[in-house]
């Protein structure tokens, strides 16, 4: 059986072009983590890669012990994301000195068949085959992005604002107006392994909500 791979098959939230475009983001699920801090050298995000990456195969891996949900389909596990602010809520990407005050939401999307209920087992078998990781602070997440204008921004993660500058030229010549709260941040989709990737190889979703 082929394995949808999100990736391929919705091209419109996950291969935008070098240049602004403006989508609708339906309603996802994820299993998130929340956190806070340099993502290069603090622990809590290298914890929190463990937790996302340990949930998203547990649940992935669950048909080769007869545990696999109703409804479950082979699939390739989508790539990170991540919703970033710092203290005040229109962090927009810019101008960004002092990473240790950066605020995260670290999250990858699930399938369809996923619920809380799945999410909560898979936590549980985690637990077992981890009991020093700490799972307390992974969550299941519905959510909702709604009406954003995204870029495919290709070189380093410092290079962003050339990038997030065309967003906001975008948007200011079509009658958009940025629109950050509590719960629409700035984005980034993470298609490229910087470990295995040169810098001005990568290749990161960013996306910005809007509204008219």
């Given at each position: 059986?082929?394995?949808?791979?999100?990736?391929?098959?919705?091209?419109?939230?996950?291969?935008?072009?070098?240049?602004?475009?403006?989508?609708?983001?339906?309603?996802?699920?994820?299993?998130?983590?929340?956190?806070?801090?340099?993502?290069?050298?603090?622990?809590?995000?290298?914890?929190?890669?463990?937790?996302?990456?340990?949930?998203?195969?547990?649940?992935?891996?669950?048909?080769?012990?007869?545990?696999?949900?109703?409804?479950?389909?082979?699939?390739?596990?989508?790539?990170?994301?991540?919703?970033?602010?710092?203290?005040?809520?229109?962090?927009?990407?810019?101008?960004?000195?002092?990473?240790?005050?950066?605020?995260?939401?670290?999250?990858?999307?699930?399938?369809?068949?996923?619920?809380?209920?799945?999410?909560?087992?898979?936590?549980?078998?985690?637990?077992?085959?981890?009991?020093?990781?700490?799972?307390?602070?992974?969550?299941?997440m519905k959510y909702t992005e709604g009406l954003c204008v995204q870029?495919?921004?290709?070189?380093?993660?410092?290079?962003?604002?050339?990038?997030?500058?065309?967003?906001?030229?975008?948007?200011?010549?079509?009658?958009?107006?940025?629109?950050?709260?509590?719960?629409?941040?700035?984005?980034?989709?993470?298609?490229?392994?910087?470990?295995?990737?040169?810098?001005?190889?990568?290749?990161?979703?960013?996306?910005?909500?809007?509204?008219?």
């Open positions: 059986m082929e394995k949808l791979d999100y990736k391929k098959e919705y091209k419109d939230l996950y291969q935008p072009k070098d240049k602004p475009s403006l989508i609708e983001v339906p309603e996802m699920i994820f299993i998130a983590v929340d956190g806070a801090g340099d993502p290069n050298v603090c622990p809590e995000y290298k914890a929190a890669m463990e937790m996302l990456y340990g949930l998203s195969f547990t649940i992935k891996m669950s048909k080769m012990d007869g545990s696999q949900p109703e409804g479950y389909f082979e699939y390739v596990v989508p790539p990170l994301e991540g919703l970033w602010h710092t203290d005040g809520v229109s962090f927009d990407g810019m101008n960004v000195t002092d990473k240790s005050k950066f605020k995260w939401v670290s999250m990858i999307r699930q399938p369809e068949f996923v619920t809380e209920r799945v999410f909560e087992a898979a936590r549980e078998k985690l637990a077992k085959k981890k009991p020093d990781l700490d799972l307390s602070n992974a969550r299941f870029i495919m921004h290709k070189g380093s993660y410092d290079d962003e604002p050339r990038s997030i500058e065309a967003i906001k030229k975008f948007a200011a010549e079509n009658g958009l107006r940025e629109d950050f709260s509590a719960d629409r941040l700035h984005h980034e989709i993470y298609l490229s392994d910087p470990r295995k990737c040169a810098p001005e190889r990568l290749r990161t979703v960013i996306r910005h909500p809007v509204s008219k």
